[in-house]
Every structure is written in structure tokens, then in C-alpha cells.
């Protein structure tokens, strides 16, 4: 899930791990040296620690930095952690990134968390206020995984459970992630990922797609009118972490016959508003 991680203090995409992750690291390292019995799989957990706080995929000397290993150590535990899917490396480089097990344990941890109440009942109140459906999501490899949602009362719906993917390139909330990560990920990740058309609408063109993140990054929310599902529109905002990074969305959802996006436009203090109480509730 490190892939999406964004920073809207930071622009530039730094070539070694941040200072913060570094710092998490040292702190795992305290706590790993009162359990030295389990010092291999501490170490593991290490490993992916640093590859999932790292503002952009880690080289192999940036992971051995943050957990203060040898490199024939830290290359042995990711070569078993890649055999498992826990942890990937990018096509044509040696950066690093969270695995597709990875990222599917991630969202099952999410979806089981003891916070789920206070984000249900945040989703509860604001769909109370705007009258529409909506929900929360988190980014999740070339997907988007939906967290919680809450149906309106309408008639004419469409259902989501929790626990379902939507497409990153094509979905309110997956554009949102992609236009807040560090704009070198960002191009790097548009250029390899599948820009299937599920409309007549959808961004399959790299170029007008980066077009569009430069805009929602700019105007702070993101929107979409029939780009994956005909005759449904989205507009999401993000939930910031207390480093001021998108950890998280959350969208409104409805038929543009109902809600066409300017009314939508209408939703967002409402929209803001729920994503701060959100925030307080990240303990992800």
C-alpha cells in the first residue's frame, strides 16, 4: 500500500527514506531488542515497516539504513518475503513495495478494526446530512477498497459491501490517491497501470488522465460522472493522517439523475467536515 502513501508538504519525491520512518524504526528496534526469541520475525516485521512508511519504493541500502541491518541479511529476509507476497519489486529496478498479500492483509485488518463503529457512525451522520450514499475507502494496490459504506434511503441505488475493490484510474476516490502521491510515483504508476475503458468515459489516455490529477490535486477533491459504473458520479475528499498525508477518502455516490456533480459541489463543507472526524478515528 506504500504506493499511494502522498504528502502535500512535500512536492519532491526524496531517493532515501524519510526521516520519520527511520525514526519508527528505531522505536521498533527498542521495543525488538526485549524479545530477542523472536528476533527473526521482528525483523521481517521491521523490513515491511520500512517499505510501507517509505514516501516512495526503497532501494535495497535505504531499507538497510531504516533497520540498521546487514544488506545480506535484509536481502535474504525480502527474497522470502517476496516468495510469500508480502513484499514486490518494481519492473526494470530494485525499489521495493508492499506485496499483494500485503495489501490484502492490510484491508482485512482494516475492515475488522475495533474503530469501525466510530467511522460507521461518522458515515451514518453525513449521509443523514446530504442524503445520498456514501462511503469510506482506502487505496489498495491498483485498486480502491471500500472500508464502510451507508446506503441511502432511496429507491434507486447501487449497493457496495465492504470489502469491495473499485479501479484506482477510474473511481472518485482511486483518482484522489493517485493525484496526492509524490508526483515521480504518480507518472511512474499511470505509465504500468491498466487503463481499462469501463465507459465511453473513462481516462484511458496516461496523458489526460496525469491531466486530470494535476486538477484534483490543485482543487483538493476529486470527481467522477459515469467513468466506471453508466449513470453513476462520485465526488471524494481525502483523510488526512496526523502527518498530513491521504490515508484515506470519502466519497458521496448517486445517479446523475438524481445528483448531477455541481449539486455534489454543493456537498463538499459537509464532506470536509466528516473526513476531519474521521481522521480522528485513524489508529491504522
Partial sequence: MSDYTSDQHHEAEPDVIGEAAISASAQARARDEAVPAGSAILRAIRILEAIATCHAPPQLAEICKAVDLPKPTVFR????????????????????HCGPRMNVLAGEALLSSPSRSARRAILEELVEQ???????TIANGN?????????????????????TTAPVH???????????MPRRSRERLVRQLPLVRHTSKTLGDPLRLSQELDRIRQQGYSTES???LPGICALAVPVHDADGRV??????????????????????????????????????
Avoid at 529476509?77 to 521495493?96: D, F, M, W
Fill in 77 to 96: 529476509i525480502l527474497s522470502t518475503l517476496e516468495h510469500a507476497g508480502l513484499v514486490g519489486r518494481e519492473p526494470g529496478n530494485k525499489r521495493y
Fill in 130 to 136: 446530504v442524503g445520498e450514499t456514501c462511503n469510506l
Fill in 143 to 163: 485498486t480502491v477498497l471500500c472500508l464502510d459504506r451507508v446506503e441511502t434511503a432511496w429507491p434507486l441505488k447501487i449497493t457496495i459491501t465492504a470489502g
Fill in 170 to 180: 477510474s473511481s472518485a476516490s482511486g483518482k484522489l490517491f493517485l493525484a496526492f
Fill in 226 to 228: 459515469e467513468e466506471y
Fill in 247 to 284: 490515508a484515506a477518502a470519502i466519497a458521496v455516490h448517486a445517479p446523475v439523475s438524481r445528483l448531477p456533480i455541481e449539486a455534489a459541489i454543493e456537498m463538499l463543507p459537509e464532506l470536509h467536515s466528516a473526513a476531519e472526524a474521521m481522521a480522528q478515528t485513524l489508529d491504522w
